[in-house]
């Protein structure tokens, strides 16, 4: 019997065993996939730590780039200090990749990550010791690894591995001593294979020290006592593949997957997964309505520079039409933040909530996509979640409500400041959670518009939802917004869920009624999170007008997109962004020489978007000379939006420069291959 030294041990990052199938290409489904070599290869030497939900999206993937982007993604999500140039988990899983290639590859005679001793040591790293049974008795060559981990990742502190060679063969296999049983080591063993007792007596005469780990891998469980193997091996061994599954979340892969076509994720970028809230409110008399978005990452970073203690956010707001997924609106804006040394004390002890607000219109499905990309830290958060505010013209119904910590009332309005609605200030609870000691409410916005609706009725049940532990009316003006506040802490003192029914009434009859779920959690109460609310100095009450007029443009309801414009030029008559998207909205009526004319009245304006609509206008107009000029001015300026290659190919072909025009074309094409119309244009004039 001999002894390895012992080693130190790094849990790696990592996740469940994956089958490996390569020949030609790697069948899914009906889809063949067929991969360049280095891409085969690299699927070989990750299989014990890719997780299922990463292969299945690498072989969806087209392109090499793409695969490469991958492969880049899967080692940073890895990486313990993505700060640093160095990833130290992919170093130390070359190092074990190279050591069990040469030393299990050479024994066994296939790649060392494909034995069954390469996978664990890939996925464990060196056992502390290991025992070698070899030439006893008659017992198969065999190994015993054991392990001293952590009993964090939901395995024993201490355990063993057995492996054994079955006939003395050249290729060792896992020992299981419930599916194999101690009759498994022994050749040419005649006996009843389901008598654990007398093979393991014989084992125990050959090898005392093997005898133990046939019936149990768990040192601390007295396998002399025990009968039969117990169910604990098989745990352990399903524990131990699920060991990677705690340390990595395999929604980043998804994620990326999903938000590559509407978002640019640098590959270097770690996804964050965060808790959020959606809440909404009407303001300014019914006139606007608003989303508020509350993110809590599960990090945060910071960066220090001398004694300044700052982060810069990335933040994109997207909102598409939901039944065409086309996108409507797109906002990006980078927030400096800077912290003092009291905040920064704070930050280290607290959770961090990041608060956002942004208008969006009334009575359609929508989708939002919030992505929060942090400088300091190269990580990135992200929320989706559908939308749709009834018109609060036409409507009574209940807006929307939400748990507070607090809230406090406002000497001024504030639209550009996330969860104030009217002249409420809310400190929002992320997952309408309270603890005892807090004095929760629940703030609620209630919109009426017709006749007869002026109360609402606030019932208050136990954690069961059955029993009524309290009632209030609250009575509203027919006809107005209203924010009602109800304080829950005079009711709630139990432990868990309650069901909050808020029901608005005409009379006796519910209009409307939504179900609320707080929480009052019998943990002990954390410290409240750190709010960071950005600002946008950018969205005033011109620019909010402005954003709405834009989403009913695109949803093609140029009506209430030419009010919205029209009341913004009333404020500002120089407003440049509400007079282009003017011009856009007579384009689309067809009236272009009105869009044309609106142009002309503008001076001293040169960019990208002027120069398209006059474009745009000329082309439209037939005025080809003037078109294809403005086009070659955007061409050289690199602007490449396929519609307008389309346009300018389009009128070089008809002006009878095919050379020119095959050149746009194929432009356009490279931007977006699937364009079928346009393929045929290329096939024209090359014949």
Do not use: C
Not at 373 to 387: C, G, M, P, T
Not at 535 to 556: G, H, P, T, V
Request: net charge positive; hydrophobic share 35%; proline share 5%.
């Amino acid at each position: 019997m001999k002894k390895a030294g012992k080693s130190k041990i790094l849990i790696p990052i990592v996740i469940v065993f994956s089958l490996l199938f390569f020949l030609k290409g790697v069948s899914f489904g009906k889809e063949k996939v067929k991969l360049e070599y280095k891409y085969k290869k690299f699927i070989q030497e990750v299989s014990p730590i890719i997780t299922p939900t990463e292969k299945k999206i690498f072989y969806k993937l087209k392109t090499n780039k793409e695969r490469d982007e991958f492969i880049k993604l899967f080692w940073k999500q890895r990486d313990p200090t993505p700060l640093t140039p160095e990833n130290e988990f992919k170093e130390e899983y070359y190092k074990r990749l190279e050591y069990v290639n040469r030393i299990f590859g050479s024994e066994e005679g296939k790649p060392g990550w494909a034995t069954e001793r390469g996978k664990f040591y890939l996925l464990l790293g060196p056992p502390k010791t290991i025992d070698r049974y070899d030439g006893m008795g008659r017992l198969y060559p065999t190994e015993v690894w054991f392990y001293s981990i952590s009993p964090k990742y939901g395995v024993p502190a201490n355990f063993n591995l057995v492996f054994y060679k079955p006939d003395w063969s050249n290729e060792y296999l896992l020992y299981s001593p419930n599916q194999d049983g101690p009759a498994a080591l022994i050749g040419g063993y005649s006996g009843d294979k389901n008598d654990y007792y007398t093979a393991y007596q014989y084992i125990k005469a050959w090898a005392p020290g093997l005898a133990p780990m046939t019936i149990s891998l768990i040192p601390t469980e007295k396998a002399n006592e025990i009968s039969t193997p117990p169910l604990s091996n098989i745990t352990l061994i399903a524990n131990i593949k699920n060991i990677p599954r705690k340390q990595i979340d395999e929604d980043y892969i998804r994620r990326y997957y999903e938000l590559r076509p509407k978002v640019e994720i640098d590959y270097s970028l770690r996804y964050v997964k965060s808790k959020f809230i959606i809440f909404y409110s009407i303001e300014q008399n019914k006139k606007i309505g608003f989303v508020h978005m509350l993110l809590q990452p599960q990090r945060f970073s910071i960066e220090r520079y001398n004694d300044r203690f700052y982060t810069k956010l990335g933040i994109i707001i997207k909102i598409y039409d939901k039944k065409s997924g086309r996108e409507i609106i797109s906002f990006n804006k980078d927030q400096f933040l800077e912290f003092n040394k009291r905040q920064i004390f704070e930050l280290k002890r607290r959770k961090v909530n990041l608060g956002l607000k942004f208008p969006i219109i009334f009575d359609k499905e929508l989708k939002i996509l919030v992505f929060i990309k942090n400088y300091a830290s190269q990580e990135y958060f992200v929320l989706e979640r559908d939308l749709n505010i009834p018109d609060p013209q036409r409507k009574s119904f209940i807006i929307d409500g939400i748990v507070a910590f607090r809230y406090r009332k406002a000497n001024t309005l504030n639209l550009k400041r996330p969860f104030q609605v009217e002249d409420i200030i809310i400190t929002p609870s992320i997952g309408n959670e309270f603890y005892s000691g807090d004095s929760p409410y629940l703030i609620l916005g209630v919109n009426s518009s017709n006749k007869g609706v002026d109360k609402v009725l606030v019932s208050i049940f136990d954690s069961k939802g059955k029993a009524l532990i309290g009632k209030e009316i609250k009575n509203v003006k027919e006809n107005e917004l209203s924010y009602l506040i109800i304080n829950l802490s005079q009711y709630i003192k139990d432990f868990g869920f309650h069901k909050v029914k808020v029901e608005l009434l005409r009379g006796d009859i519910s209009i409307d009624v939504k179900d609320f779920q707080p929480l009052l959690s019998p943990l002990k109460s954390p410290l409240k999170p750190f709010m960071i609310f950005p600002q946008f100095k950018e969205l005033n009450i011109k620019d909010i007008y402005y954003y709405l007029a834009l989403q009913y443009f695109k949803l093609k309801e140029n009506k209430s997109a030419e009010k919205y414009v029209n009341n913004i030029l009333l404020l500002d008559s120089g407003y440049l962004k509400a007079k282009l998207l003017k011009v856009e909205i007579f384009y689309s009526k067809g009236e272009i020489k009105k869009g044309l004319d609106l142009l002309n009245t503008l001076e001293n304006i040169n960019s990208d978007k002027y120069v398209f609509l006059k474009f745009f206008g000329n082309y439209k107009k037939g005025n080809n000379k003037e078109a294809l000029k403005l086009g070659e001015i955007l061409l050289k300026r690199g602007y490449l939006k396929v519609n307008f290659l389309n346009d300018l190919g389009t009128l070089y072909y008809l002006v009878g420069n095919k050379k020119k025009a095959l050149e746009i074309f194929n432009k356009s094409l490279n931007i977006n291959p699937s364009q079928k119309n346009i393929k045929e244009m290329v096939e024209k004039i090359m014949n």
